[in-house]
């Protein structure tokens, strides 16, 4: 069982910082591309950041220049920091991940969601 786990949001003010954090556990393998979505009540979910194994990356154009996604020494934990945050910024955003299992093969995990709500 591979599970996502997201932390890190909250409420800030528009222009300023967050830093979130998401953790894979379980019996991992690998984990290849991880990447960060959001999404608001009755939109459709959005990609905002990819990154790879390599450590290549990808961003949404809403986010270029403001948001950097990174990966920590253990490549098991994803990072988001959002700067100059604005209030259109403001939705429940998720982790995901493609994940290699022992015995259990490869698949796309995701994270509960964590709420980001940025004030005007």
């Known amino acids: 069982q591979v599970q996502l786990v997201e932390s890190g949001g909250g409420l800030v003010q528009a222009g300023g910082s967050l830093r979130l954090s998401c953790t894979a556990s379980?019996?991992?393998?690998?984990?290849?591309?991880m990447r960060w979505y959001r999404q608001a009540p009755g939109k459709q979910r959005e990609l905002v950041a990819v990154i790879t194994s390599g450590g290549s990356t990808n961003y949404a154009d809403s986010v270029k220049g403001r948001f950097t996604i990174s990966r920590g020494n253990a490549k098991n934990t994803v990072y988001l920091q959002m700067n100059s945050l604005k209030p259109e910024d403001t939705d429940v955003y998720y982790c995901?991940?493609?994940?290699?299992?022992?015995?259990?093969?490869?698949?796309?995990?995701w994270g509960q969601g964590t709420q980001v709500t940025v004030s005007s």
């Open positions: 995901n991940a493609d994940v290699c299992t022992y015995g259990r093969g490869c698949d796309v995990y």
């Open positions: 379980g019996s991992i393998f690998s984990i290849n591309i």
